[in-house]
């Protein structure tokens, strides 16, 4: 009898042949502004294995934004280019004022490269990624209150009174959204936060049929299946 026979193990959950691989993760993170879904989506980029999704925008750069590392920043006539060429995996109007897309390229040099893609884009965003590709793991970050968030927007300084009214309507619609997604975070403490985040990310990465590689490996080290 053999030991899977003598141990009853059931029948295998996930296919015999470990020929291709299964494509890098891609992560889509969300949250409404003042979540502190930046400093999240930072924290997941520092896991070995990731990379980021550049997004091109047609907004005006900010004083604290050096080209190419937030955003590559384009004219609306580039952008619309873009868009004519079928460049954007996702694009939309944020805030009903600036254009907002995720070249492709991101999505093939994560696949070229192996590298786990992690974008942070809005909700419109976000339901087009997952429509385009169903595998995609979407995240949000919630504030833990109104409050909180109203309080961390002024903090900012950067906002009028007007912009933080659109953005405070913004993050109602939002959070409604909440349904479309895979995992929801509550950035209360921002280190437990990153712990979730950065977990969510480990355990995608451990679930047997991203693991069949290497444990096909593992058990041809011991001589193969029987
Ligand atoms: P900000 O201008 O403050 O950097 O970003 C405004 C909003 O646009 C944020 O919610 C941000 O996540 C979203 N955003 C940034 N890049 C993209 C993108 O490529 N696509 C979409 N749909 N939203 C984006």
Known sequence: ??????????????????????????????????????????????????????????????????????????????????????????????FGKHSYGTPRKWLEESRKTGLDLVLEIDVQGALQVKKALPESVAIFILPPSREELERRLRSRGTDSEDEITRRLA???????????????VLNEDVALAASEATAIVSALRCSTVRRQARVERLLASFGGKD
Do not use: H, W
């Open 1 to 94: 009898m053999s030991v899977e026979k003598e141990l009853a193990l059931p029948a295998p959950a996930v296919t015999s042949s470990s020929s291709s691989p299964p494509s890098p993760l891609v992560l889509v993170v969300s949250g409404p502004s003042g979540s502190g879904k930046s400093t999240l989506v930072q924290r997941i980029l520092e896991l070995p294995g990731t990379m980021a999704s550049v997004s091109c925008t047609t907004r005006p750069r900010r004083a604290t934004e050096a080209t190419g590392k937030c955003y590559d920043f384009v004219t609306e006539a580039q952008f619309d280019e873009m868009v004519r060429n079928g460049d954007f995996l996702e694009y939309a109007r944020v």
């Open 170 to 184: 913004k993050a109602r619609a939002e959070i409604s959204a909440f349904p479309s997604y895979d995992y929801c």
